[in-house]
C-alpha cells in the first residue's frame, strides 16, 4: 500500500513511522522508510536539491509525535529548482509557444463554404445586368472570380506570417489610410451620394474604407495591448480611444458611408470592452456613438430612407423600392426556393441584385434553407473567431481575434437585416458573398491572419504545454 493511498484510510489503519535504530542518521533514516524512494544524482535528478534543515526538523517533529502515540502521515519532499533552470524552462516554454502548429480547419472551411456560395450566387444575380451592360452573362462573375482568386492568395499569405508583425506596420498603415480616406472625399467616384471609391481605368475600383477596417483593427489591438492598465483610465483610456475611433468615423460619415461607420465603431468598441474596460466607460462610449449616428441619421436622404424603412407597402419611390422588391424576393423564395438561376427580380426590379441585395436573391432562388444556412456559416465563423480569442497567447492576439470576427460578423448582420427589413438599408455588401474585389480580398486576407493566431494556440490536453515534456526537453538539452 503506497502512502498516497493510506492518506484516506481512518487513523487507526494508517501505518506509523518506524523507530529510528541507533547510530542512523536523520538522512538515511528517512530514505530507508518503506514507500520512499532515494533519489538519483544523475540526470535531471540532479538539479533538483534538497533542503537538508528542513528534512531535519520535519523528521524530529515526527519521533516526538511517534514517542506520544500520534499517527504520522506521509508527504512528498518539495523540490526546489534554481532561478537559472526556472529561466531556461520558461524560455523553452516561449520558444514552444512560437512554434506554430496547425491551423483551426472549421474556420477555414466555414470561410471557403461562404467564398464558394459567393461566387455562385454573384453569377446567378449579375447575369442579367451584364449581359444587358457588356454583352457577356460572366462579365461580373469573371471578375470576382478573380478577386477571389486573389483573396484566396492573401489569405494563404497572411497565415504563414506571425500575427505578432503587424505590430510592427500597423502605425505606417494607419499614416497611409489617413490621407486616403481624406482624398477620396475630393477625388473619389460618387454614386448614388456616396464618394467610397478611387475608379482607375474603366474596370478597376478601390475603396479605402474597405481597407480601414482591417488596419484600424490591426492599430487598436497594438494600442490597447500597449496600454495595459491604463485602459480603464479616463484620461489615458477612454479619452484617446474616442479621438482615434472618433477621427476615422468622422471621415466615413463624411463619404456617406453609414454602414462602414457603423462596422468601424462596433468592433473598435469591442475591442476597447475586451481590453479591460469597465461598464461605465462602455456606456459612455456607445453612449458617443449612438448620438453621433442620431444627428446623420436624420440628415439628407438618409431620412426618407428611414422613412421608407418603417412602412415599406405604403407610398413606394426610389426611395424604400430596394427594401419592398428585397422582401418580395425573399417571400416569393418559400422553403425550397425558385431554383438557382430562376430568380424574377434580378431582371430589372431589385436595384444592387448581386451587390447589397444579394442575400435578397439568394433566399428567392435557394429558399429558406439556403439563407439559414449562409447564416449558420456566419454563426460558425463567429464562434471559431470569439474562441480564438479567449485562447490566445496573449492581449494582442485576442484583441485583433475580437476586431476582425466583429468586423465580419457585424457586417453580415447589418447586411441581412437591412435586406429583410430588421433595420434601414446602409449600403454594405454581405462578407465573401456579396460582388466587390476591395471588400473580398480584404476581408480574406483578414481571415488570414485569425488562421495564423490560431496556429499558435495550445489546447489544455496538448502535451507541448505540459511540465513532463519541458522538462524531458530541458533534459536532453542539458545532456
Known amino acids: 500500500m503506497s502512502y498516497a493511498a493510506e492518506e484516506t484510510l481512518p487513523p487507526q489503519a494508517q501505518r ?28 535531471l535528478g540532479h538539479s533538483w536539491r534538497k533542503d537538508k534543515s528542513s528534512f531535519a526538523q520535519s523528521i524530529a517533529q515526527r519521533l516526538q509525535m511517534e514517542r506520544k502515540g500520534a499517527t504520522v502521515i506521509e508527504r512528498e519532499p518539495v523540490q526546489v529548482i534554481s532561478e537559472e533552470e526556472k529561466s531556461k524552462l520558461r524560455e523553452l516554454e516561449m520558444r514552444l509557444q512560437r512554434t506554430p502548429g496547425k491551423m ?16 455562385i450566387m454573384v453569377y446567378s ?41 503587424w505590430r510592427r506596420f500597423s502605425l505606417i498603415g494607419l ?42 483593427a490591426l492599430y487598436i489591438a497594438d494600442w490597447l495591448a500597449r496600454k495595459g492598465n491604463q485602459v480603464s483610465s479616463f484620461l489615458y483610456g477612454l479619452t484617446p480611444f474616442v479621438i482615434l475611433v472618433g477621427l476615422i ?30 461598464i461605465v466607460q462602455f456606456l459612455l462610449a456607445v453612449g458617443c456613438g449612438a448620438l453621433i449616428f ?62 447589397d441585395s444579394i442575400f435578397a436573391i439568394l433566399g428567392e432562388e435557394l429558399g429558406f434553407i439556403g439563407g439559414a444556412l449562409v447564416i449558420i456559416l456566419f454563426l460558425g465563423l463567429a464562434f471559431r473567431g470569439f474562441r480564438l480569442a479567449r485562447r490566445s497567447q496573449d492581449m494582442y492576439g485576442a484583441l485583433l481575434s475580437t476586431g ?23 449600403g454594405v455588401p454581405l462578407p465573401f458573398i456579396s460582388f466587390g474585389g476591395t471588400s473580398l480580398v480584404i476581408s480574406m486576407a483578414a481571415i488570414g491572419v485569425l488562421l495564423n493566431i490560431s496556429r499558435y494556440i495550445r489546447e489544455p490536453e496538448d502535451p507541448a504545454l505540459s511540465r513532463q515534456t519541458i522538462t524531458r526537453a530541458f533534459k536532453k538539452k542539458k545532456v
Open 249 to 278: 468615423l468622422g471621415l466615413v460619415l463624411l463619404e456617406n458611408d453609414m454602414g462602414t461607420a457603423i462596422v468601424i465603431a462596433g468592433l473598435s468598441t469591442a475591442m476597447f470592452f475586451t481590453a479591460g474596460a469597465n
Open 175 to 216: 499614416v497611409v489610410v489617413l490621407p486616403l480616406l481624406v482624398l477620396v472625399l475630393f477625388f473619389g467616384t460618387s454614386n448614388y451620394g456616396a464618394s467610397r471609391w478611387f475608379t482607375i481605368g474603366s474596370s478597376f475600383s478601390f475603396q479605402p474604407s474597405e481597407l480601414a477596417k482591417l488596419v484600424l
Open 104 to 119: 483551426d480547419s472549421l474556420l477555414l472551411i466555414f470561410t471557403l463554404a461562404l467564398l464558394c456560395i459567393g461566387l
Open 16 to 43: 506509523r513511522l518506524p523507530p529510528l535504530k541507533r547510530g542512523t542518521g536523520v538522512s538515511d533514516a528517512y530514505n530507508s522508510r518503506p514507500g520512499v524512494r532515494r533519489e538519483s544524482n544523475a540526470g
Open 404 to 426: 476582425i470576427t466583429t468586423w465580419l460578423v457585424l457586417q453580415a448582420a447589418v447586411n441581412i437585416g437591412a435586406t429583410t427589413g430588421t433595420i434601414p438599408y446602409t
Open 125 to 165: 444575380a449579375s447575369s442579367f445586368l451584364s449581359a444587358r451592360t457588356y454583352g457577356d452573362a460572366s462579365h461580373d462573375f469573371q471578375r470576382q472570380a478573380i478577386s477571389g482568386f486573389m483573396g484566396v492568395v492573401a489569405m494563404l499569405v497572411a497565415s504563414r506570417i506571425d500575427y505578432r508583425q
Open 294 to 355: 442620431m444627428t446623420q441619421a436624420f440628415k439628407g436622404y438618409r431620412f426618407y430612407r428611414l422613412m421608407g424603412f418603417l412602412d415599406p407597402f405604403q407610398h413606394i419611390t426610389s426611395i424604400n423600392l430596394q427594401l419592398y422588391q428585397s422582401l418580395l424576393a425573399l417571400g416569393s423564395g418559400g422553403i425550397l426556393g425558385l431554383g438557382l438561376g430562376e430568380s424574377r427580380q434580378k431582371t430589372g426590379y431589385l436595384p444592387f441584385p448581386h451587390i
